[in-house]
């Protein structure tokens, strides 16, 4: 192979290594920094509410008609969806890998678009939200007071006006949202027993907030009409104050007699919901979370909300602070510290070695150069193919280091071999060791990129986050092929001096000391290894049975060996969920919460703490669920033996096993954002007959049994639980009918009451906010209340109770689907200190047949 030009003209593979070094130092800038490779799926998001409905309704009515336009829509790999008893509904689609986030947006909404004629009218009225977002969260913050002055709802109102908006303006945000529904509401608390002396039904107060509180346009004078001056008419609007809507007009009569809102409701600006309370720090506060949208840059993004709450925080009312519950990019930024730190070590250890065994300054630089230029130059390539700065292209590049200076060691040895030979010039022995030693080289080269190349082959999940690793290696091996051929031997050329010989005797100095003493010893173990080899090749039959025993010996602690897409991590991060008996009331869960809040705050590592009561991070929405984040300290304030995140997690599991009543769980944030809330194994169980609920529960149950006596399994649990105390009404159509009522009129009725009714909207702070009707507390507290409810009967007033008979049933608080059957969701955490962990491929396989009748279960890759 002839390379004499790259010798014969330095200044020309001096430019080539110029020009890569600078094309790396651009890609490098350019290039996104992550933890690892975004392999997570684009996701959209529909969601809607339906006040006053329960699970099975909001199913029916909203979720299977939308679902049935959204299914098959492009790319969609599968569906999943959720229905609550407090109304919501939520559906999530899931697309392949590598699709356009934004036109899938535009595909979800056209789909949901064609079915909103078949919505209730409560929900068209709501609206329907599409929204493109990741699954997992990305940061996570509280707000909260200093001394408890401020309350919940005015911490979330000031959030939801000065916070939010900013941050959802960031680039690659997907959404960002408080947790809780205390959103301002003009609230109208009824008094039904006041409504039944006046003979007024719900119907009305929204049939008057109808009439009063509107917007108009009366127009101007004169306009076109040869006018000096036009002037503008201007209506009121819509009602903005307390006072303005507790002087609404119910009734009015010739002689005088008006009947206002405020003499048959009393009338608040309160919050949209209160089936939510929220603490931090032991105060009332808002906790919040941000998402992102599918390919946007993770690190970029947090930084900017770091930002934008530092900004923010300048303007905050006095006694009010914030706090950084979670964020991905402490973890990363001391991941990719400690990474590069290694790197760098690494090449100080190689030019060591490389200088011992060369022991020459000059030819140990030769290498020391082109180690870097073949690092550096990868970051191009690596800005060409999409790919970003993780810890595993960072691990890939410190591989590579031992890897790369081979060809460059290679190069320098055959020119010192030349020169020994009697060369007189450098120039010389580097073209003639080229010509013999350049086609090895590049195949050298051709073979350890072959080694790394398929992994890009790789299928599922594994084969989309490894690709990044084995690209890289393989470009910085190619990278140091093309240095060893232009670059290294024009540093020899220049660097290397032919051989001195017959200098006579000559004082060692303790380099050459050291040298001296270095190839003696290396000599002897060199000498050693040479009887070793011999004594094998005598006795071949010993060394076959060696290297079958060392082969089956390796087969064995793989075997043995913890198995897992990338290692668990100290993240700073843990979730605890509750989950207490169902039908458990808000109050009872907050004493609970309380008593789990106060063991966190006699934790002297734990640094933030942050409670949601009726919400949970698994199950979703439900006054008998809460969820509890909480933050260590960082970790160079907890270095000793028993303070990462999973011997705190073990010391609260024994701190909660003294709570009665509650399945409490306790996990760490998952390693790879994008897939599951757990940092473990997630799947669904599947109903296709669509038969009972409650024997599909049955089945589930007898599964998670025979599935938590698996060595492997510290916990598995499901949040799906039919058993949620309900009462079924029924209404007498035939009672109705004579009686001159409509069914339709004794649920309106009811929603009015109890569920709330959406009657209207009032603008406030520069938004849009809702009014609701509903009957004041102290009207609802029992079924037997509904004993006061009456509605109206021609000119009389009848109660509710007697067109209505009710049962006391059980039913889920939630019903969850997954690619349109009725799915239980099931989360699985693996003992930190086993061994193995069954991967899913085998899972399907190990599970006996008959725990799954006419079911099915669908596993992630």
Excluded at 243 to 266: H, M, P, Q, W, Y
Excluded at 610 to 620: R, W
Aim: hydrophobic residues 45%.
């Amino acid at each position: 192979m002839k390379l004499d030009k790259f010798i014969n003209r330095p200044v020309l593979s001096t430019v080539i290594s110029i020009l890569i070094v600078i094309l790396g130092v651009l890609g490098l800038f350019s290039l996104p920094v992550t933890q690892y490779p975004d392999i997570a799926p684009p996701t959209i998001q529909v969601s809607t509410s339906y006040p006053g409905a329960d699970a099975q309704t909001v199913l029916n009515s909203v979720i299977a008609p939308l679902e049935e336009a959204i299914n098959g829509v492009e790319n969609m790999t599968y569906m999943t969806s959720s229905a609550t008893n407090s109304g919501g509904a939520t559906i999530t689609i899931y697309f392949k890998q590598g699709s356009d986030p934004d036109m899938a947006a535009v595909n979800v909404q056209n789909r949901v678009s064609s079915a909103t004629n078949l919505l209730p009218a409560e929900v068209v009225k709501v609206g329907v939200t599409t929204e493109k977002r990741q699954s997992s969260m990305l940061v996570i913050f509280s707000v909260h007071g200093t001394d408890g002055r401020y309350s919940e709802e005015f911490l979330q109102n000031y959030t939801n006006i000065n916070i939010l908006p900013q941050i959802k303006r960031i680039s690659g945000v997907g959404s960002a949202q408080a947790f809780g529904a205390k959103t301002y509401s003009m609230r109208i608390w009824l008094k039904p027993d006041v409504m039944k002396q006046y003979k007024l039904v719900p119907s009305d107060v929204t049939a008057a907030l109808a009439e009063q509180n509107i917007e108009a346009a009366p127009g101007q004078f004169g306009e076109s009409g040869n006018q000096s001056f036009q002037y503008v008419m201007r209506y009121k609007g819509r009602l903005q104050e307390t006072s303005e809507f507790e002087n609404i007009v119910i009734r009015a009569t010739e002689n005088g007699e008006v009947l206002r809102l405020k003499d048959v409701a009393r009338v608040e600006l309160g919050g949209l919901s209160y089936s939510v309370e929220t603490f931090s720090q032991g105060t009332p506060g808002v906790v919040c979370a941000v998402y992102q949208t599918a390919g946007s840059n993770a690190t970029q993004i947090v930084k900017d909300v770091q930002q934008t709450l530092e900004e923010a925080s300048k303007s905050f009312p006095p006694g009010v602070t914030y706090d950084e519950m979670m964020n991905s990019n402490d973890f990363l930024y001391a991941s990719i510290h400690e990474v590069i730190k290694t790197l760098i070590e690494a090449f100080i250890l190689v030019f060591i070695v490389v200088y011992i065994f060369l022991q020459d300054f000059r030819s140990t630089l030769v290498p020391a150069i082109a180690v870097p230029v073949s690092l550096v130059g990868t970051f191009f390539f690596l800005s060409i193919f999409g790919f970003s700065i993780n810890l595993l292209t960072l691990f890939a590049l410190v591989l590579a280091i031992a890897i790369v200076v081979d060809d460059a060691i290679v190069v320098v040895e055959a020119v010192h071999a030349k020169l020994d030979e009697g060369y007189k010039s450098a120039r010389l022995a580097s073209i003639d060791a080229m010509s013999e030693i350049g086609g090895a080289i590049v195949s050298i080269t051709l073979v350890m990129a072959a080694v790394f190349i398929p992994v890009t082959f790789m299928g599922g999940t594994s084969g989309v986050f490894y690709t990044q690793f084995g690209v890289t290696l393989a470009i910085a091996i190619v990278i140091s092929a093309v240095n060893a051929l232009t670059l290294s031997p024009a540093l020899c050329a220049i660097l290397l001096k032919p051989h001195q010989e017959g200098h006579g005797e000559k004082k060692l100095s303790r380099i050459d000391r050291f040298h001296k003493a270095f190839n003696a010893a290396y000599d002897v173990t060199l000498n050693k290894y040479k009887n070793g080899v011999q004594f094998f090749i005598k006795r071949k039959w010993l060394s076959l049975g060696t290297f079958v025993v060392a082969t089956l010996l390796l087969g064995f602690l793989m075997m043995k060996t913890r198995t897992g897409l990338v290692p668990n991590e100290d993240t700073g991060t843990f979730f605890i969920t509750v989950s207490l008996p169902p039908g458990t009331s808000l109050e009872k869960t907050q004493v609970v919460m309380n008593q789990v809040d106060k063991m966190l705050e006699m934790n002297p590592l734990v640094k933030f703490r942050s409670q949601i009561s009726g919400y949970s991070f698994l199950a979703g929405q439900g006054s008998s669920y809460g969820t509890i984040i909480c933050r260590l300290k960082p970790w160079e304030e907890r270095e000793e033996k028993g303070q990462d995140v999973n011997s705190v997690i073990g010391l609260m599991y024994a701190q909660v096993s003294t709570i009665k009543d509650a399945q409490i769980l306790i996990f760490a944030p998952p390693m790879i954002p994008g897939f599951s809330i757990t940092n473990g194994f997630e799947f669904n169980l599947q109903d296709k007959t669509g038969g009972d609920i409650n024997k599909f529960f049955g089945i589930a149950q007898g599964f998670l049994a025979k599935l938590t006596e698996r060595p492997e399994i510290a916990a598995a649990q499901s949040t799906f639980d039919p058993r949620f105390p309900q009462y079924m009404i029924d209404v007498d159509v035939a009672k109705c009918k004579r009686a001159g009522i409509s069914p339709a009129d004794v649920m309106t009725t009811l929603q009015g009451y109890y569920g709330g009714l959406y009657a209207s909207n009032f603008n406030r702070f520069g938004k849009l906010y809702r009014v609701m009707i509903q009957a004041d507390a102290n009207y609802r507290i029992s079924p037997e209340s509904l004993n006061n409810i009456y509605l109206r009967n021609g000119s009389e007033m009848a109660p509710v109770s007697e067109y209505i008979t009710m049962k006391k049933i059980y039913g889920p608080q939630n019903i969850s689907r997954f690619n349109m059957f009725t799915s239980m969701g099931v989360n699985v955490l693996r003992l930190p200190d086993t061994v193995r962990v069954m991967p899913s491929r085998r899972f399907k396989r190990w599970l006996p047949r008959h725990y799954l009748p006419a079911m099915a279960m669908s596993l992630p890759d």
